[in-house]
């Protein structure tokens, strides 16, 4: 099993291991962009549906859920969780792009149930200012997106909380279980 994307076998297509990461990236942009045809959508996601989860490279979201281009919106961060930026983000994906629908998904074995706010204050210590940010680190996952869903479900901004549902992924198995939001 290979952790990165499928490296052609053609020498022609090959994408070069030479240089850094993100030259091989570039590379990889050049071979996509010269097979790509315009799909032909906007970015009205085509089940108005916002997913919001964590950022963690094990989680591919698009083949969990069965989504395709242009189903969904995506929003990823440390833990999947609700943060003012997340609301942002929703927000704009409610007012000026039509979801109705929001699911939150956090997994099991997240690195934020290892860090601790401790986290900031080292980060200050080190570079001399304090992060403005929270860790928003947590020990419970299932109470963790608990608080997401009601941090949704509460905002002013958002038009649309009545279909707020929270999940946790099994890192393991790929299955979902979802968190009753009581």
Same mark, same amino acid.
């Given at each position: ?9 053609? &020498? ?168 009753? &939001?009581?």
């Amino acid at each position: 099993m290979t952790t990165s994307a499928s490296v052609p076998t053609e &020498p022609e297509d090959a994408i070069s291991t030479d240089g850094t990461v993100t030259d091989r990236l570039i590379d990889a942009n050049q071979q996509y962009a010269a097979a790509f045809s315009d799909p032909g959508m906007d970015a009205r996601p085509v089940l108005h549906v916002a997913v919001v989860a964590c950022m963690d490279a094990r989680l591919d979201l698009h083949a969990a859920l069965g989504l395709e281009l242009g189903d969904c919106h995506t929003i990823r961060n440390a833990g999947g969780v609700v943060t003012d930026d997340v609301i942002r983000s929703l927000t704009i994906s409610q007012r000026a792009l039509g979801t109705r629908s929001v699911v939150l998904i956090h997994h099991t074995g997240c690195g934020l149930e290892s860090l601790t706010e401790d986290f900031r204050h080292e980060l200050e210590m080190e570079v001399g200012q304090r992060p403005a940010w929270a860790v928003e680190a947590f020990r419970d996952v299932e109470q963790d997106v608990r608080q997401s869903m009601q941090r949704v479900r509460t905002s002013p901004f958002l038009l649309h909380t009545d279909d707020v549902r929270g999940f946790v992924f099994d890192v393991k198995t790929g299955r979902l279980r979802e968190i009753d &939001p009581a």
